[in-house]
């Protein structure tokens, strides 16, 4: 029991001791630790720098493309309806919706039987007519010849008058034949002016025939164009769309068969800015004839056709901006119709003295980050004229000078910066001199016989085999002791 007791304040002495031991270790550590974090020089850190796509402003001549979107729309249609009414006796057989026609082709005709009834009953009249006119004729000649003969009767009885006074005055003969010749010359008188007045009326006749010849022939020639209408042909080649006729069909005056759309005559309507339409018009305010290419995809297929802006929507709308309406450079066979949504590339008038830059190279408003000197970086602001996709034009840029192509967040104003051919120069000459800093650590500044350092000193070789002379690996045959065996106990 004694002897237990012993053994245990022994072992919580020893315990003690050993956690003394150990306080007093980790204090002086700490305190060391403290003292070398305090007295030890810091070393700078190196400064970062970062490796950036650059880019070196020049001059250069732009024409930009202005890009909008927009409908087609047909500049020429005709709407095909039926002049006369009347049965379809006859109808072509490319009269379907999407059929093309050429121009003077017959499309549709109407039953003419009762026009042509009109037309024969207008002849018959504008015949009557004439009949009357030539009559009249006659009847102005008959009465020309009696007024000429009713005049001589009244000279005859003006100068039998004459010789009655004279031998009156005479005494030859008596006052009462006198006044017997005066009543015969004032009866031709009052004859002649019978007969002009009958010719006078015959003369009526005549014009009254002549105007209704006139009426006859108009009468005659609105049954023919009549006759005419009742057959619909079209004016020019075109494509045919909104079709609704069929043979036997009755049709009304007026009643629409069909439209008839002019393929060569197709233009595009597109909508462009406030600022974007500044750009198109001319110092006087006129609309400049720019060239443009009218784009309509097709699945994985592009269709390109030329266009020149033609002329300005009459009105304006509320949300502002204009609509603009270009004509298209097409042909019957063209693949685009009337309703296709397409896209518009206008070719602005160019720009000179400008420069083109990446569009992630330049802030919304304009700032752009020249490389200085030591490769440090430089705030400016450039103005930026056009936006085309992936790329600016930009004005009043410093050009020569070279500037970052793609802006990051870590970038600013006195960063240190360098383009990938001047990082693999600085990685070289960090490779240059790790290499020496290895040299002069190992092997005191020699080099190996290759050329890398770490070489060892003459006379340190290692003898053949790799291994220090004089000495083995432990558990070779060299070092084992003699009667190692071990014995069983």
Do not use: H, W
């Not at 790799?466 to 069983?488: A, F, I, L, V, Y």
């Amino acid at each position: 029991m004694r002897f237990l007791l012993r053994s245990l304040i022994g072992t919580l002495i020893v315990v003690a001791l050993a956690f003394g031991a150990l306080s007093v270790g980790m204090s002086r550590f700490k305190e060391a630790s403290e003292k070398a974090a305090v007295e030890r020089p810091k070393r700078p850190a190196p400064e970062r720098v970062y490796t950036i796509r650059d880019q070196i402003l020049e001059p250069t001549t732009v024409t930009p493309i202005m890009t909008a979107y927009g409908t087609i729309q047909a500049g020429r249609t005709l709407e095909l309806r039926a002049a006369q009414p009347g049965k379809i006796v006859d109808i072509t057989g490319d009269f379907r919706n999407g059929a093309q026609v050429n121009g003077g082709a017959m499309l549709i005709r109407v039953d003419p039987a009762t026009t042509k009834s009109r037309e024969a009953d207008a002849m018959n009249t504008l015949a009557d007519t004439q009949s009357r006119e030539s009559q009249a004729v006659q009847s102005v000649a008959l009465a020309e010849a009696e007024l000429a003969a009713a005049q001589r009767q009244l000279d005859l009885r003006r100068d039998a008058l004459k010789r009655r006074i004279d031998l009156a005055n005479r005494g030859i003969v008596a006052r009462a034949t006198v006044e017997a010749d005066q009543l015969a010359l004032a009866s031709a008188d009052q004859a002649v002016i019978t007969r002009r007045q009958a010719l006078t009326n015959a003369r009526k006749q005549v014009e009254q025939a002549r105007l209704a010849i006139d009426r006859a022939n108009l009468t005659v020639s609105d049954s023919r164009r009549n006759i005419a209408d009742t057959t619909i042909t079209a004016p020019f080649n075109g494509v045919l769309n909104d079709t609704n006729a069929m043979l036997g069909r009755l049709v009304g005056t007026n009643e629409t068969l069909g439209r008839l759309i002019d393929l060569t005559a197709l233009e595009v309507a597109f909508r462009v800015s406030d600022a974007q339409f500044s750009r198109l018009l001319s110092e006087s305010g006129a609309l400049l004839p720019l060239k443009a290419t009218v784009t309509l995809a097709l699945g994985d297929r592009r269709i390109e056709t030329n266009a020149a802006l033609a002329r300005i929507a009459a009105t304006t709308e509320a949300e502002g901006g204009r609509t603009v309406y270009a004509t298209l450079s097409t042909g019957r066979d063209t693949p685009l119709r009337p309703g296709d949504f397409v896209s518009v590339n206008v070719s602005e008038p160019p720009l000179t003295q400008v420069a083109m830059i990446p569009a992630r190279a330049a802030t919304e408003d304009g700032r752009i980050y020249l490389i200085g000197e030591d490769n440090r970086l430089e705030e400016t602001t450039v103005r930026i004229l056009r936006r085309m996709e992936d790329t600016l034009v930009i004005g009043d840029a410093p050009f020569g000078k070279r500037i970052v192509a793609e802006l990051r967040p870590q970038l600013g104003p006195g960063i240190k910066v360098q383009n990938p051919e001047e990082a693999l120069i600085a990685q070289e000459e960090a490779k240059k001199k790790a290499a020496e800093r290895a040299a002069k650590r190992f092997g005191g500044g020699d080099a190996k016989p290759d050329g890398k350092p770490g070489g060892r000193p003459e006379g340190k070789r290692r003898p053949e085999g790799g291994k220090p002379e004089g000495k083995s690996r432990p558990g070779s045959e060299g070092d084992k002791p003699p009667n190692t065996q071990r014995s069983g106990t």
